[in-house]
């Protein structure tokens, strides 16, 4: 079964003027089909890889035979990430999270505004290409990181995102050139903040984020045993 570019969930030019269509009609048809293509390419002689989703491929990337390893880092990164951003914009974005997200965030964080600031320092500070990520990470805490390249946190560290933006230059350089502050202030405007409570939710209830595997059932065991034994 070959891996497939899903459809925007919107019209491209529906996150105008903080994004615009062209820019999304290059990202998603050019940038994302390419990690599609090369995905598929990259799994034409493994019969078996060609039924995990590419979430499972990076979760199991330690067993993959070596010879596929540098192209599933790269697209089935690319795959996933960039199928998880565009669930994070919506023309009905912006403004601040609520619920147990605010919650979260308002425990972690300090604020919301102090949430901002952090992740956008950790995004701005991508050298190169990569993204910032709100993530889970393997002890259940909310937590801001990076990765290079289209590197997936839970492939270089174990944590589930439930938010990120891609600081690749080809996501604002149309519109904002150089002006990556900018292009952040864009993406706070237009994030879907529901749709980050809902990964959150996800996660809590023990769901993966992308698609379901055993992995995040095993770091629910591990959480799970952890707190009973501190209450024991
Ligand atoms: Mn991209």
């Known amino acids: 079964m070959a891996h497939k570019l899903p459809d925007l969930p919107y019209a491209k030019d529906s996150l105008e003027p903080h994004i615009d269509a062209e820019t999304m009609r290059i990202h998603h048809d050019m940038h994302h089909n390419a990690y599609v293509n090369f995905l598929n390419a990259a799994l034409e002689d493994h019969a078996d890889l060609?039924?995990?989703?590419?979430?499972?491929?990076?979760?199991?990337?330690?067993?993959?035979?070596?010879?596929?390893?540098?192209?599933?880092?790269?697209?089935?990164?690319?795959h996933v990430n960039h199928s998880m951003f565009w669930t994070l914009l919506s023309a009905n974005g912006g403004g601040e999270p609520s619920g147990a997200l605010a919650t979260e965030i308002n425990e972690t964080f300090g604020s919301f505004d102090d949430f901002k600031a952090a992740f956008s320092a950790a995004a701005g500070g991508v050298f190169g290409s990569g993204w910032a990520w709100l993530v889970v990470d393997g002890e259940g805490n909310l937590k801001i990181t990076t990765t290079a390249n289209q590197d997936n946190p839970?492939?270089?560290?174990?944590?589930?995102?439930?938010?990120?933006?891609?600081?690749?230059?080809?996501?604002?350089?149309?519109?904002?050139?150089?002006?990556?502050?900018?292009?952040?202030?864009?993406?706070?405007?237009?994030?879907?903040?529901?749709?980050?409570?809902?990964?959150?939710a996800m996660v809590r209830a023990g769901e993966k984020v992308i698609a379901l595997s055993d992995w995040v059932a095993a770091k629910r065991a591990r959480l799970e045993e952890l707190l009973g034994s501190l209450t024991e």
């Open 50 to 78: 060609q039924e995990k989703s590419a979430f499972d491929l990076l979760v199991e990337f330690d067993s993959l035979p070596d010879a596929v390893k540098p192209a599933v880092q790269k697209h089935a990164g690319g």
């Open 154 to 200: 839970v492939f270089t560290e174990g944590s589930l995102p439930i938010m990120g933006v891609d600081v690749w230059e080809h996501a604002y350089y149309l519109k904002y050139q150089n002006r990556r502050p900018e292009y952040l202030g864009a993406f706070f405007n237009v994030v879907d903040w529901d749709q980050v409570g809902s990964y959150l």
